[in-house]
């Protein structure tokens, strides 16, 4: 994997956590949780799309993975 795609990946989960919001939840140690479970889902998401995409669509399979697997996160440790 090259140096661009990791950089890539670690910006997109960076990007993801910014869109997370104190306001989501009541108590503060949720918080965390709420956070780490995005970014972590970002990032295994990125380097699931960066295992399955290959040549010119590799960069889109990278953008995909974090997205969604930054969703999921969210979707599951998020409640």
Known sequence: MSNLTLTLILAGGLALSGCQSATMSQGGAGDFGCLAGTVSGAIL??????????????????????????????ALTCR
């Open 45 to 74: 998401g990125g380097f699931a799309g960066s295992a399955i995409g290959a040549g010119s669509g590799q960069l889109w399979a990278v953008g995909g993975g974090a997205t969604l697997g930054g969703a999921a996160g969210s």
